[in-house]
Each structure stands twice: as structure tokens, then as C-alpha cells.
Antibody, heavy 112, light 112 residues
Framework: EIQLQESGPGLVKPSQSLSLTCSVT?????????WSWIRKFPGNKMEWMGY???????NYNPSLKSRISITRDTSKNQFFLQLNSVTTEDTATYYC?????WGQGVMVTVSS | DVVMTQTPVSLPVSLGGQASISCRSS???????????LHWYLQKPGQSPQLLIY???NRFSGVPDRFSGSGSGTDFTLKISRVEPEDLGDYYC?????????FGGGTKLELK
């Protein structure tokens, strides 16, 4: 069974970068599919942030402009999210996912 | 961006009853390849979203046949018959036909 698990700091200061890791087991991320980052804001709005495909190409939500980067380490079967210049508006629960399987999520608070 | 209008926001139901959730898109979700990429998720309290229905009407593995999806073009419906306690939570539709992927605002299924 495919499992995804997010990890990373739960507290980030404004203007700094948010960095999260998604560790995938049960499937090799280079074998297929798109591997996404999605976030859920307080108040329950969900936002698709972007993905890295099995081939390594990326696609980002234009709303995040140049702040987002999704990369991967194929040797560890992991992919990563970096979101730069965070503000309190980036406080959310962050999920890594493919369409049919999601990680448990990590709550990230942006606060000084 | 494609706007996904999901209604109702809150849906009180009785156990054993039926529930219906609507998701309408601001433009057709028919992809150039002929497929329609409209999916439904349930997020139970304290858990990550789980896929119920993919591509309008296909039940994901292990999903009871009490859940059914229908619709076409811009108008989609999720129906839950014989509601059970484990069905309670937040339901979301997601479109992945158009870039960026976008979610509906969510529907909270709760006991009447």
C-alpha cells in the first residue's frame, strides 16, 4: 500500500522559508503519477500548491508566483516543498498527496 | 482559475437517511482527451482526506456502494444513501482537468 508522510517544522517565522519533506513508501515516485503539495487553511479552504511529476517536471499554482519550489530525492523516494517569504497567511495544514493517497498532514504556523 | 461552487456548506442528516452534495464548475471539466477529472473526497475528523469517487462516478477501492457520483460538463453530484456514523465529516470536490487544480469550498455532513 502506498503511504505518504510529511515532516518538517511546525513553526516558521514571517519572511523565512517553509521547508517540508514527503517520504513515500510502497511506490517509487519515478514510476508514475504526479506528486502534489496541497494545503488546508483555517476555515477549511483547500489549495492545490503544485506537483512534481514522475519524470521530474514541475507545475505550480500561479497564485504562489515565484515563492514555491518542489524538488525530489529519488534515492530516498522523497519529494520536498519550499515556500519562500512566508507570511501569516501561509499558516495551514500541509499535505503531500497523489490523487488517491494523502499523507496525514503537518500543521505549520507562521508566527514571530 | 476554475471556480468550484459546492453546496450546501452544511448538511444535517439522519442516520440511515440520504444526502446529496452538489459541485458546479465555472467551465466545463471535459478534458481534451474526453475524460472528466472531477473527484470527491471525505475528510473525517482528525484524518487526512480520503478519495471516494474519481473521474465523476468511479468508486475508489474499498468505498461502499452507498456512495455514488454523477454529472457531466459543469454540474456534478455526490449522493450518499443509508448514511452511517463513519460518513460524517467534510466533503470536497476537486477538479484536475484545468490548471491550476481547484477544490470546492467543502460540505460538512453532520447529524441532524
Amino acid at each position: 500500500e502506498i503511504q505518504l508522510q510529511e515532516s518538517g517544522p511546525g513553526l516558521v517565522k514571517p519572511s523565512q522559508s517553509l521547508s517540508l519533506t514527503c517520504s513515500v513508501t510502497g511506490y517509487t515516485i519515478t514510476s508514475g503519477y504526479d506528486w502534489s503539495w496541497i494545503r488546508k487553511f483555517p476555515g477549511n479552504k483547500m489549495e492545490w500548491m503544485g506537483y512534481i511529476s514522475y519524470s521530474g517536471s514541475t507545475n505550480y499554482n500561479p497564485s504562489l508566483k515565484s515563492r514555491i519550489s518542489i524538488t525530489r530525492d529519488t534515492s530516498k523516494n522523497q519529494f520536498f516543498l519550499q515556500l519562500n517569504s512566508v507570511t501569516t497567511e501561509d499558516t495551514a495544514t500541509y499535505y503531500c498527496a497523489k490523487t488517491d493517497y494523502w499523507g496525514q498532514g503537518v500543521m505549520v504556523t507562521v508566527s514571530s | 482559475d476554475v471556480v468550484m461552487t459546492q453546496t450546501p456548506v452544511s448538511l444535517p442528516v439522519s442516520l440511515g437517511g440520504q444526502a446529496s452534495i452538489s459541485c458546479r464548475s465555472s467551465q466545463s471539466l471535459v478534458h481534451s482527451n474526453g475524460n472528466t477529472y472531477l473527484h470527491w473526497y471525505l475528510q473525517k475528523p482528525g484524518q487526512s482526506p480520503q478519495l471516494l469517487i474519481y473521474r465523476v462516478s468511479n468508486r475508489f477501492s474499498g468505498v461502499p456502494d452507498r456512495f455514488s457520483g454523477s454529472g457531466s460538463g459543469t454540474d456534478f453530484t455526490l449522493k450518499i444513501s443509508r448514511v452511517e456514523p463513519e460518513d460524517l465529516g467534510d466533503y470536497y470536490c476537486l477538479q484536475s482537468t484545468h490548471f491550476p487544480r481547484t477544490f470546492g469550498g467543502g460540505t460538512k455532513l453532520e447529524l441532524k
